[in-house]
């Protein structure tokens, strides 16, 4: 540990590039174009946490077998945008509404409210049927989380108790953390399709049956679970011709979700945040309205002074932090909007508010310092040599993702 700290921070540097590079090649969906690129580039993988907070390398490659699937899946996702074009699945879905609970048991439903917090200390399972808890004068939050994480993750806790702290809301965590857990992150893309299809039956039978109504419905969707909470809109809209009203994505995943995506088509208000933007998380607007806090992309602020792999897991959960602060303050964070106005960001954002709008939720020099480095080596390559040196160096244990 002789190195400088200037040395160091130039380290830093190197590494979040090779991790962006990966990204950058995964962005193209497109079968060829992506292995190409993948291919020229020498990177197929990126980093994230697993449940246990380790490390784990996990793979962008796929096979034939995994292209033809990813195909479908994406070419089924744009036929839901054209909701005009599916009569045939809508009337098939809707023959039989009782039939929505009969899921694998892939995909949980967990109800939180004040009263079962305070008296139970767990939700209630609605995967067992049970709607005696279910208050429909209340507003609902559908709260979806993203890779490798389950309904007990931190994303689902914070936010979960914000919003019970401060309203008198109905909380359903989903839970599709038997999907969501494999470590071949393309297996999670290519079930969001179905999980989607369950979660837009169950929502459309709280409308249709428990009688919620359909502005009283808002999804928040953390990273992976952005895309499927927007999924799930696409499929209420196409599918039972019902539009929830808003949904919030948290740095919508990137990998693979350049084309389709989290939008406007979703809900009567899609709004996003982007912290991790070009790497774990997507940069482009797709909402009505897109927040780009401290420029929407790595490091955020506190996640500079970290090593290489977490400085992105970092980034993007910041997106939900950012998000959990504004249910307890809703006017802690404005923004300078594209249309000349201000907005808050989380929360509190009108829907009314459009454009993409910036913010800083920290003013340290040192980020930008850090941004104007960052830049300077961003036409550079790495090694594969390199990277494990860096990873060595800051003693950083990668897992393969060789685990199924
Ligand atoms: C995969 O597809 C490519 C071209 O599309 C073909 O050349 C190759 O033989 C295929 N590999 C397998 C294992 O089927
Ligand atoms: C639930 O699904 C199982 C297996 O797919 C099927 O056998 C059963 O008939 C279904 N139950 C109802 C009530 O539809
Ligand atoms: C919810 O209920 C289903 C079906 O009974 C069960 O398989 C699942 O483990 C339960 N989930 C939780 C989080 O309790
Ligand atoms: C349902 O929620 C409303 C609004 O919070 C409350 O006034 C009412 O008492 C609740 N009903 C029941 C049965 O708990
Ligand atoms: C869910 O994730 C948390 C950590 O985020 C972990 O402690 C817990 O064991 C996981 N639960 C299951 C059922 O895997
Ligand atoms: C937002 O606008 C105000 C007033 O025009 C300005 O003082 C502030 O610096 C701007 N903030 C950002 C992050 O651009
Ligand atoms: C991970 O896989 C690579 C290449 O397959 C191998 O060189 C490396 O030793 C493995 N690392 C661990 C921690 O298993
Ligand atoms: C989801 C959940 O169980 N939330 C909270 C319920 O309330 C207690 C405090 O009263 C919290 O500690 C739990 O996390």
Known sequence: MKVTHSLKRILFVCAVNLVCFSCVASNKHDGHKFKKEQAKLGVDFVYFPDMKGQTRRVSLKYDNHTQVKLEEFYNNEKLFADHKKIGRLRSAALKDMNDAFNFSNEVHFILYTRELNDSIGT???????????????????????????????????????????????????????????????TKAVMSLGEVADYCAKFVAYLIRVVGVKQNQLHFIGFSLGAHLAGFTGKRLRAIYSETIQRISGLDPAAPLFEEVNLNQQDANFVDIIHTDGHILGLYKATGHVDFYPNGGVSPQPDCYNINPVEIDI?????????????????????????????????????????????????????????????QEFSLLHFSNKLVSKIFNFFDIKIFNDTVN
């Open 123 to 185: 939700g209630v399972n609605l995967t067992t049927f049970d709607f005696k808890e279910y208050n429909i004068t209340r507003d609902t939050k559908i709260i979806f989380h993203g890779y490798m994480e389950n309904g007990s993750s931190d994303f689902d806790l914070v936010i979960t108790n914000s919003y019970l702290k401060v309203s008198d809301v109905n909380i359903i965590v989903v839970d599709w953390s038997y999907l969501s857990g494999t470590y071949l992150y």
């Open 314 to 374: 970092c980034s993007h959960t910041n997106s939900w932090k950012l998000y959990s602060e504004t249910i307890i303050n809703e006017h802690l964070y404005t923004a300078n909007c594209s249309d000349d106005k201000q907005y808050p960001m989380g929360k509190g954002t009108p829907i009314e508010a459009r454009g993409n709008c910036i913010l800083s939720t920290d003013t340290d020099q040192a980020m930008i310092w850090f941004k104007n480095l960052k």
